[in-house]
């Protein structure tokens, strides 16, 4: 049987070593998907392994380093942060003697890491992307040469945008989010309130700023809930916010975030363009499963081929957006026939556990 060792270097924790991001979420799915045909071993952080069920934690190998989410972050942490991940990559890599070795969470320092060290001869080296590249701006130009040569290395880049290119890399697509009849159709015909909800970790990528001030000029509820880094900045919100405007600093369990987002007419992503616009989001797949329509700008939307409510600029939220949002809101039963035909074709959990299936057993 071929094995196949799961690596994630990174450990993205706060200051109390709780999780962020969703790591924890893909890495059982991920196993779960292939458990049954491969035999698979895990290399991970305790605070990653923590998250996940008995089975994975008992076929796994503990990395020793993390990288710790400060609200305010030093040059000294942000360096400390890149040298526990290389640490964790240069372990992974000299600890596993699987067939295949599957960085399935990655960042650009993953890329610089494989750019500067040599390939490992004795498997092949497999990588989720999440974004098409690191482009844009001078420091984008060295980052994607970087990342050019990096691409030499890998054996294949499984692509969870059904769009994006990777030049000569060999690349199939696979969503990273699936959708399981089991998990999401209970959430699926929820009666739906006005409201817009803004769910997951308040980081920098998020412009919160703006996604308050041009709702706090409107009549619409929007509800922003997540764990913020930056406690400073969650008072600031706080302070700018209208009534219609709740703000909620917490983690939220797996059944409070869906309910969260299933009960919501919209949900909305204020990501920068420098940060999401060639990329992938778990809460925009998501949305889609549970029919809440994603409110993003226009190019995430395109990229990851998903209908909603384009934006190109905040400013494109007037004082007229509130009806837009009712009507829209009213006349959704097309947008939301769409969704159904993506969950049965594009996102069915069994055709992607078929999926990787197949493209393991090609290496």
């Not at 990395?63 to 040298?83: E, N, Q």
């Not at 696979?174 to 309130?193: F, H, Q």
């Not at 809440?292 to 990851?304: D, G, K, S």
Request: charged share 30%; proline share 3%; aromatic share 12%.
């Amino acid at each position: 049987m071929k094995s196949i060792g799961m690596a994630e270097y990174q450990g993205r924790c706060d200051e109390q070593d709780k999780p962020v991001g969703h790591c924890p979420k893909v890495l059982k799915e991920y196993y779960n998907f292939i458990k049954d045909d491969y035999f698979v071993r895990v290399y991970a952080p305790k605070n990653i392994l923590r998250e996940t069920d008995r089975e994975i934690q008992k076929n796994s190998r503990v990395l020793p380093r993390r990288v710790v989410m400060h609200s305010k972050k030093t040059l000294a942490t942000r360096i400390d942060g890149k040298l526990n991940m290389f640490k964790n990559i240069s372990l992974a890599v000299s600890q596993s003697n699987e067939d295949i070795l599957w960085f399935f969470n990655i960042e650009w320092y993953f890329m610089l890491w494989l750019a500067l060290n040599k390939k490992p001869r004795d498997k092949k080296i497999v990588v989720t992307m999440f974004k098409e590249g690191f482009k844009g701006g001078i420091a984008g130009v060295f980052r994607q040469f970087i990342f050019n040569k990096a691409k030499k290395k890998i054996d294949l880049i499984i692509s969870t945008g059904p769009s994006f290119k990777y030049g000569k890399c060999e690349t199939v697509f696979i969503p990273d989010y699936v959708y399981s009849m089991e998990k999401y159709d209970k959430y699926l015909n929820k009666e739906k309130r006005d409201e817009v909800v803004c769910l997951g970790t308040m980081g920098d990528g998020k412009q919160l700023e703006e996604l308050v001030s041009v709702f706090s000029m409107m009549d619409y509820p929007l509800t922003i809930a997540g764990r913020f880094y930056d406690k400073e900045r969650l008072e600031t919100l706080k302070k700018m916010a209208s009534d219609n405007v709740t703000i909620i600093d917490k983690y939220l369990t797996d059944e409070e975030y869906m309910d969260m987002l299933s009960s919501a007419r919209y949900t909305i992503l204020p990501y920068s363009k420098s940060a999401y616009t060639n990329q992938t989001s778990g809460v925009l797949q998501e949305a889609m499963f549970v029919n809440t329509i994603p409110i993003a700008r226009r190019e995430v939307l395109t990229v990851n081929e998903i209908p909603g409510m384009p934006f190109d600029e905040w400013s494109d939220m007037d004082s007229n957006y509130s009806e837009k949002l009712r009507i829209n809101g009213s006349n959704a039963e097309k947008i939301y026939t769409e969704y159904a035909h993506l969950r049965k074709d594009r996102y069915a959990d069994y055709k992607v556990r078929r999926e990787y299936k197949k493209v393991f057993a090609k290496l």
